[in-house]
């Protein structure tokens, strides 16, 4: 029998097809880049991709969002990227001069997107939020950024993120889908847990005091009373008058505790806990994620981070 031996003609077509059909499937495994403006989104972003994205927070951890100052790599970064997602509510403005410097033309998803948002009132930058207010005019607006501080909320941002994969990257939406709902799921059960704990402290156990005014939202979900000594952004600068309020309050109302947020400098609080003789109970996180070996890697390390320091300092005699 003669054997099959192909023609140099057929042997390249066959070549010819077998590198195009390769080509074809590294291009479709290749993950999406993305840009989220802070470590948060992009925890909450990689939750939702998965394998399939690649993302880059251009304020990472440990970092603060207000006094961030881009580079011409990062906009470099947002031009080459096939989605960018920020936080919106006038937290991260500067993600729509960088996008538009790096010539980005794609779509910028805002996460926040459909939240019930709280709204900020001046009050001297004595701050609160016991009627769940803030403030803070470098914002420029009028509702309270840091609506990730509550769970519920987070679940929305979840949804616009997964809608947003989806859309880029239609072959993989089921993928996104069930990464969002498996997700979503984690996150209803620490609101639930977080709220039954909370639930359970007397009132006048619930109220502690902060670094900056980063915490309404979490207040107003979790029945806690937050105050803080400078505005929404830690560029704002406390009055004498506010701080000297703020601890004439602390001795008045017996507030269990004081909180140093991980972006804060800490000078300030401990001058608070000098005067009021009120003890620290412990660090919070509110705009970033600590490092990888920290006790809030991930948003819903955080979460639980911020819960069980602040539920222990408020539990304790």
Do not use: C
Not at 37 to 65: K, Q, W
Not at 74 to 83: C, K
Not at 157 to 167: G, M, R, S, T
């Amino acid at each position: 029998m003669k054997a099959f031996r192909p023609s140099v003609r057929r042997l390249a077509g066959l070549l010819a097809l077998f590198a195009l059909t390769t080509s074809g499937v590294q291009a479709q495994a290749e993950p999406l880049d993305v840009t989220a403006s802070f470590s948060i989104l992009g925890d909450m972003v990689r939750e939702v991709g998965g394998d399939r994205v690649r993302v880059r927070p251009l304020v990472g951890a440990n970092e603060d969002a207000h006094a961030f100052q881009p580079r011409p790599s990062d906009a470099r970064q947002i031009g080459s990227s096939a989605l960018v997602v920020v936080n919106g509510l006038g937290f991260d403005d500067w993600m729509a001069r960088l996008a538009r410097s790096g010539g980005y033309k794609g779509t910028v998803v805002v996460a926040s997107e459909g939240v019930s948002t709280i709204e900020m009132a001046d009050d001297d930058h004595d701050h609160d939020h016991d009627d769940h207010h803030g403030h803070d005019h470098d914002h420029g607006h009028g509702a309270d950024p840091h609506a990730w501080q509550d769970l519920g909320n987070a679940q929305r941002y979840v949804a616009n993120i997964a809608a947003a994969l989806a859309a880029a990257d239609p072959a993989h939406a089921d993928s996104y889908r069930a990464n969002a709902e498996r997700y979503q799921g984690e996150l209803k059960v620490l609101d639930a847990e977080i709220r039954a704990a909370f639930a359970a402290l007397p009132a006048e156990r619930r109220k502690v005091v902060t670094s900056h005014d980063a915490f309404a939202y979490f207040g107003k979900a979790y029945g806690i009373r937050f105050l803080a000594p400078v505005g929404v952004s830690n560029n704002a600068e406390p009055t004498a008058r506010g701080v000297a309020r703020l601890i004439i309050q602390l001795k008045a109302e017996k507030i269990p505790a004081v909180f140093i947020d991980n972006i804060a400098d800490p000078r300030l609080i401990e001058r608070i806990r000098a005067e009021s003789g009120t003890r620290i109970g412990g660090t919070l996180y509110s705009d970033a994620l600590s490092a990888a070996d920290g006790p809030a890697p991930d948003y819903l390390s955080m979460m639980r981070s911020n819960f069980k320091v602040l539920h222990e300092a408020l539990s304790a005699p």
